[in-house]
């Protein structure tokens, strides 16, 4: 082959024309020691906390100690690779996790890759948000007067959920956690008929930390059978992942919840559960010689899950005026954080945490659930500090009395038991409890709207049913509810639509109930 000097003078001219010298500044570190899923490296001194870093093979880390001499980080993902004497390298970018809609509808690991066998997320750079991202400031927020309708009796009409409330959800294990969280994410097709383009229509975001494998794909199969997995995202860290990825989850899926909060959606969060969260954080700080305290938490543990729990609120409409972050105003996230107790204590350390940190708890009762009331909420210690403000008027004048009425029937109750001979005031009390008691009972994943909730409860609290036999009560509702819809169907359309209960609504249930009862006699 013949070479022309005036060909290659050329081609040299034109390559040098097209140079340009950039030069690239990377840090790079050298592992120090590796072991249980933690690694000592030295050399990185413009290391930022909770930077991402890469290993040789892919392998990832998140630096969370920064010492004078050495970072100590927790590895990410598949780590046997790593080996004392690798090279490291920074990326300059904070942990980040994709966002947006091409999530909804997915299940995810911590880090935010899809785990579901349906191939990668159609995301762009500028869809990865850092998973620590301040909380709004208090001018940004605004009073939380919107209910969340969850579709449970007990909960809507006693201890009422508001959009953009943190409300725990706490009990010992068994005690039907879980299912709640599972009935609330179903309840939600309600807003906004499962169309997650449907602007009024509540995304929701399952968190499961530290959960067996089989328990959040039984979720993923109730929720597609339900309709449910359009307008969710799923971020499953199991129990046998590390405990880095256990952790980090949380606040993984508070971002993916924040990217629709701040485009002016509501969003449903459900972290399962945050004491799981709280021993993996334990193990990760152990690993990395952080000074132990109570119970050997680290002393931040609290930190950990108040600046998780503080990023829930409800945005207000004029937010984008004051920081340019936000799109829309109007948004909220509503946490659902759940703490797992041993035998009911719940003044053990982290359930105090997260009970300071949280506006209200419902308490899930082992001895209720083991006697057959379900969901086995103890309505004595559970309570909402946004109270009625997150009910609609109709429930809220409906139900009001119900708690008074639960609490008198189970004082009574114990004391009953004592004496044979009771006064008609008594026994009134009690008639009246046992009656609410089966109604409130509700089976698993079928919420309720909240115009039939106000319509049942409404036959409860007015006395109607008083004669009625307690093991009738559970098939008079269906087929009370059932006349309703088929007869009356402008009573439930007419609450739903006033949010009030009229005089009108009434004076229809009342002739209802007086139709239906004589079938139970």
């Known amino acids: 082959m013949d070479l022309r000097a005036s060909e290659v003078t050329s081609i040299l001219e034109k390559e040098i024309e097209n140079y340009k010298g950039e030069i690239d500044m990377q840090s790079v570190g050298t592992v120090l020691s590796v072991g249980d899923g933690v ?97 709004p400031s208090v001018v940004e927020r605004q009073p939380v007067d919107t209910p969340l309708q969850t579709g449970i009796k007990a909960i809507d009409a006693m201890i009422p959920v508001g959009r953009g409330q943190r409300e725990l959800v706490i009990g010992d294990r068994q005690t039907g956690k879980t299912a709640l969280l599972t009935d609330t994410i179903i309840s939600q097709k309600h807003s906004g008929g499962g169309d997650p383009e449907n602007p009024e229509q509540v995304i929701c975001v399952y968190v499961a930390m530290g959960q067996k494998q089989s328990t959040v794909v039984d979720v993923v199969q109730k929720l597609e059978a339900n309709g449910a997995m359009p307008y969710t995202i799923v971020v499953a860290a199991s129990a046998n992942d590390e405990a880095s990825m256990q952790y980090l989850a949380a606040y993984a899926g508070t971002t993916m919840a924040e990217r629709f909060r701040d485009e002016g959606r509501d969003v449903v969060i459900m972290y399962d559960d945050l004491y799981k969260q709280a021993l993996a954080y334990r193990q990760v700080m152990l690993l990395l010689r952080r000074p132990p305290g109570r119970e050997a938490f680290p002393g931040d543990v609290f930190n950990l899950h108040s600046r998780l729990l503080e990023r829930s609120a409800r945005l207000a409409d004029n937010a984008p005026e004051i920081n340019p972050r936000y799109k829309k105003g109007g948004g909220s996230i509503t946490a659902l954080p759940v703490v797992e107790t041993q035998e009911g204590d719940v003044s053990a350390y982290i359930p105090t945490n997260v009970i300071s940190i ?53 004082e009574m109750q114990a004391f009953a038991q004592f004496g044979s001979d009771l006064d008609k005031a008594t026994q009134a009390v009690l008639t009246r409890g046992e009656r609410l008691v089966e109604i409130l009972k509700q089976g698993q994943y079928v919420p309720m709207t909240v115009q039939d909730q106000i319509m049942i409860i409404y036959a409860g609290t007015s006395g109607k049913i008083d004669e009625l036999a307690v093991a009738k009560v559970t098939e008079f509702e269906k087929v009370y509810l059932t006349y309703m819809a088929d007869n009356h169907p402008e009573v439930g359309a007419g609450i739903l639509a006033d949010k009030k209960v009229s005089d009108e609504h009434k004076a229809t249930m009342d002739q209802a109930i007086a139709a239906v009862l004589p079938q139970f006699a």
């Open 39 to 135: 690694s000592r490296v030295w050399g990185l001194e413009d290391c930022m906390m909770n930077e991402l870093l890469e290993f040789p093979g892919g392998a990832r880390g998140v630096a969370l100690n920064l010492e004078e001499d050495n970072v100590g980080c927790v590895l990410l993902g598949n780590a046997s690779e790593v080996k004392e004497g690798d090279t490291v390298r920074t990326t300059g970018r904070i942990i980040s996790v994709p966002t947006g809609k091409a999530l909804l509808g997915r299940v995810l690991n911590g880090l935010g890759d899809p785990i579901d066998g349906r191939g990668p997320l159609a995301v762009t750079d500028d869809d990865y948000l850092p998973i620590e991202q301040p909380a």
């Open 358 to 410: 949280t506006d209200g708890q419902i308490f899930l009762e082992s001895n209720l659930f083991n006697a057959g009331v379900r969901p086995a909420v103890n309505a004595g210690i559970s309570v909402s500090r946004v109270g009625g403000a997150a009910q609609i008027p109709g429930m809220k004048k409906i139900a009001g009395g119900m708690r008074l009425d639960l609490a008198n029937y189970r």
